[in-house]
């Protein structure tokens, strides 16, 4: 038997069986970390909604927030492990929080939850506002090396992807930087955009509508790969070489979920983000589809703790 015609079996006896939840009389459920509308609560919805038909039922997205994500985590931790609740998990809970020093952290990420599906790529966009006098990356850091600690960046807050995605960039290009942290990307970009910030790292998703409307000016995309919607932006590795940033947005389970449980979520997410209406969707929030399996997807986010584990090190970050 082919590989191809094994795999083709084993999607024909998942899709196959009962219902997830029905057995135990639950619904299905994702858990989100983050407020409804935020790209974490984007990916929960669409991935709900794509997942319907091959397991039988709509799970029920619940934004459980605070704690930086973590109570929705720690609620899935704590809930039932029958595979009727899942959680989003974003690269940030799983990569960079167990890593920073000081953190407190309710659970632990590697031992208490299990990877089943990576859902789509988040790339980085490096952005300015409309009004800068930057018009690209190497005129900011021209500047920036002009004027040492003169220039700043906002981030989401400290500890962030962004915050650290501005500590390489200054590290890497060799420049110093003013570090602004905010209480999330929305006013972290609104500052970008009214001038009183001077840079920002951020998903893509956070400023692909200001970047339409021309409230902000796209220097470079974060990743080698760039982005359909925007062919002609420069890519942040080839200006800075070695550094690239890059987003992920998953959906993970309880510890002692069975691994029936695990393949059906995964292959009822990799069939649904064949849909070209959903990924479409996805694109238009600044996500690429990205699938990857149970085992794809943990050695993701083993790579990137160490990479990010490393940034932090290197910056000398404790949580505040």
Known sequence: MTRRMAAA???AALLAGPALGQTADRPLRIIAGYAPGGTS??????VAEGVAATLGQRPVVENRTGANGFIAAEAVVRGPTDGS????????????????????????????????ANVARSSYAVVVGARSPYRSMEDFLTAARARPGALSYASAGAGTAQHLSGERLKAMARIDLLHVPYRGAAPA???????????????????????????????????????????????????????????????CGPRGMPQEA???????????????????????????????????FGRTIARD???????IRAAGIRAE
């Open 9 to 11: 079996l084993l999607g």
């Open 41 to 46: 609560d984007i990916t929960a919805r669409l």
């Open 85 to 116: 609740t899942v959680l989003q998990c974003p690269m940030g809970n799983m990569t960079i929080s167990p890593e920073m020093p000081g953190m407190h952290i309710p659970i632990d990420v590697a031992r208490d939850l299990v990877p089943i």
């Open 189 to 251: 970009a609104l500052d970008i955009i009214a001038g009183r910030a001077d840079l920002l790292i951020t998903n893509l998703g956070d400023v692909i509508r200001q970047i339409q409307g021309g409230e902000m000016r796209l220097l470079a995309m974060g990743d080698a790969d760039g982005w359909p919607d925007f062919p002609d932006a420069p890519r942040l590795p080839s200006l800075v070489p070695g550094l690239q940033v890059l987003g992920w947005f998953g959906i």
């Open 262 to 296: 695990v393949s059906r979520w995964a292959e009822a997410i990799r069939v649904a983000l064949q849909d070209a209406g959903l990924r479409r969707r996805l694109l238009d929030n600044g996500l690429a589809p990205f699938f990857e399996d149970p085992e794809s």
């Open 305 to 311: 703790r160490a990479v990010w584990g490393e940034a």
